[in-house]
C-alpha cells in the first residue's frame, strides 16, 4: 500500500479518487484506505470488475497502437491514472518513437508518479498537466499542452475509463464537444464508457456500489455514449464491447461466460 503518512500536496487520503480505485484492482499500490474500501464494496456488488478493468486496458492499447499505425503522432491522454504497464506513449512510441503525449489527470497522486516514470524516447515528448476533464480551457490552454502539440495538425483525444465519472448536471456531451471542437479533421476520439446494455443488473449494482462509496459514477447507454462522436466517422467495428473491439489475432478468446460491461468506441474527425 502506499505511505499514507507523508501524502502528496492536495492529496486528501479520506475521499475515494477513481485513480486509485482503478490502481487497486490492478494489483497496485497507490492506494488509501478510502480507495479499497470503495473498491471491496463495489467488487463484492460486482465480481467481474477486476476484469471489466483489464479489458479497459487492453482497449487502450489496442486503441493507441491502431491510432498510431494510422499516422498519428499527437496523443491527448485525459484521465491518465496511475502509471501501470502499456502506457499511451509506450504504445505510440513502439510504432513510431517520435510520437508525443499530453497525459492530464486531477489527482495529485497521478502526476507524481506520470513525471517519474512516464518517461518519453528520446525522439518524442511526454507532457503532464494536473486538471480536470471537466476544466477543458485549463487543459487546450495549458502551455505545456501548447509546448508538446500542434493542433494545426491531427490528434488522438483519448478519453479511456473516465467520461462515467462525470455527472449529467457538468455536461459531458458540452465538455468534450469543447475537446473535439479544438482538433482539425482527420484527429480521432478514442472513448470507453461503462454501461448497463449487456448486464443491466450487475452493473446497476456495480454503480449503486460506486455512488454509496461518494465516487460519483454514471451509466449511459451506447446511444448515449455515441452522442461523444457527433462529426465523427466511427471506425470499425463502431461502437462494440471492449473485448471485442478490434481484438489482436493473438488475444485469448472471451469465455462463452464472460460479462462485458463497457462500450468501446473509436472515431475520425470528419
Known amino acids: 500500500m502506499a505511505d499514507e503518512t507523508s501524502p502528496p500536496t492536495r492529496l486528501n487520503t479520506s475521499v475515494p479518487h477513481p485513480a ?4 487497486y484492482w490492478l494489483g497496485g499500490k497507490d ?4 480507495d479499497r474500501e470503495v473498491a471491496e464494496a463495489v467488487k463484492s456488488a460486482s465480481p467481474g470488475v477486476v476484469q471489466g478493468v483489464r479489458d479497459n486496458r487492453a482497449f487502450l492499447g ?3 497502437r491502431f491510432l498510431a499505425e494510422e499516422g498519428i503522432t499527437q496523443f491527448l491522454d485525459i484521465g491518465t491514472g496511475i ?10 512510441q513502439a510504432v513510431n518513437p517520435a510520437a508525443r503525449v499530453v497525459y492530464v489527470d486531477n489527482d495529485p497522486i497521478v502526476m507524481v508518479h506520470a513525471r517519474a516514470l512516464l518517461r518519453s524516447a528520446p ?13 477543458p480551457d485549463a487543459i487546450l490552454e495549458h502551455p505545456d499542452t501548447l509546448a508538446t502539440l500542434d493542433f494545426g495538425r491531427p490528434i488522438g483525444l483519448v478519453i479511456v475509463g473516465t467520461l462515467m465519472y462525470i455527472k449529467d448536471e457538468d455536461d459531458p456531451f458540452g465538455v468534450v464537444k469543447r475537446y473535439t471542437d479544438a482538433l482539425v479533421p482527420g484527429s480521432y476520439l478514442a472513448v470507453s464508457h461503462v454501461t448497463g446494455d449487456f448486464a443491466p443488473e ?8 460506486y455512488n454509496a462509496g461518494s465516487v460519483p459514477l454514471v451509466l449511459r447507454t451506447g ?48
Do not use: C, M, Q
Not at 83 to 92: D, F, L, S
Open 202 to 209: 450487475s452493473l446497476t449494482a456495480f454503480a449503486e456500489a
Open 123 to 135: 525522439e518524442g515528448r511526454t507532457a503532464y498537466v494536473e486538471a480536470d476533464l471537466r476544466d
Open 223 to 270: 446511444a448515449e455514449i455515441s452522442r461523444f462522436f457527433e462529426g465523427f466517422e466511427l471506425v470499425e467495428p463502431g461502437l462494440a464491447a471492449l473485448g471485442e473491439w478490434r481484438p489482436a489475432p493473438d488475444d485469448v478468446p472471451l469465455p462463452a461466460d464472460h460479462v462485458h460491461g463497457a462500450y468501446g468506441v473509436v472515431g475520425r474527425k470528419l
Open 31 to 34: 492506494n488509501f484506505a478510502a
Open 20 to 23: 486509485r480505485v482503478y490502481d
Open 83 to 92: 502509471p501501470t504497464r502499456g502506457n499511451t506513449h509506450e504504445v505510440a
Open 62 to 64: 489496442r486503441a493507441v
